[in-house]
């Protein structure tokens, strides 16, 4: 059986290695520069959190899942929630469980009284497109991704 809640210190661990194992996935381990002190800190070590996440346990595999957020701003819509990373352990996947944790991230959404919710999905990552066009999300193709890397932001001018 699987319980969906939220995250807490003692599950960094866990948390950490699925999001490690999702860049392996992603085919870029090498840009993992956190770890798990940093995620501590990040997300527990102050009155304003820079994250927050929900894990998927498995009452006999331990916690097989997460979903990694956070709350924004739009200037158009207001409130809005950042799904930054939906990971599920490879032998979990295609059992639901990533809709659990969406599920349970839309109903956190609502509470705190978001308009939106956004995330990425690389374009060759099939079954996880499929996952977001099942649950209705709109897919969009119009607007471009745009990022400065910790070395660029050191060397901005």
């Given amino acids: 059986m699987i319980q969906i809640r939220k995250g807490g210190p003692e599950d960094i661990p866990a948390a950490f290695k699925l999001v490690k194992e999702l860049a392996i996935f992603e085919k870029a381990p090498e840009q993992v520069i956190t770890s798990e002190k940093i ?3 990040d997300a527990f070590g102050g009155d304003n959190p820079w994250f927050e ?5 498995d009452e006999n595999a331990g916690i097989v899942g997460v979903s990694i957020f956070y709350f924004g701003y739009s200037t158009w819509k207001g409130r809005m929630l950042y799904l930054d990373d939906l ?3 490879e032998a979990h996947r295609r059992k639901g469980i990533g809709k659990m944790l969406l599920d349970r991230l839309v109903a956190y959404g609502k509470e705190k ?11 060759w990552n099939t079954p996880a ?11 969009e193709d119009e607007w471009l991704d ?12």
């Fill in 87 to 89: 990971v599920i352990n």
């Fill in 129 to 139: 497109i499929k996952l977001y066009e099942k649950v209705g999300a709109s897919i």
């Fill in 53 to 57: 996440f929900f894990v998927a346990e």
């Fill in 113 to 123: 009284g978001v308009n939106q919710m956004r995330w990425q999905v690389l374009d």
């Fill in 39 to 41: 995620y501590t800190e």
């Fill in 146 to 157: 745009c990022k400065l890397s910790k070395e660029q932001l050191e060397g901005w001018r």
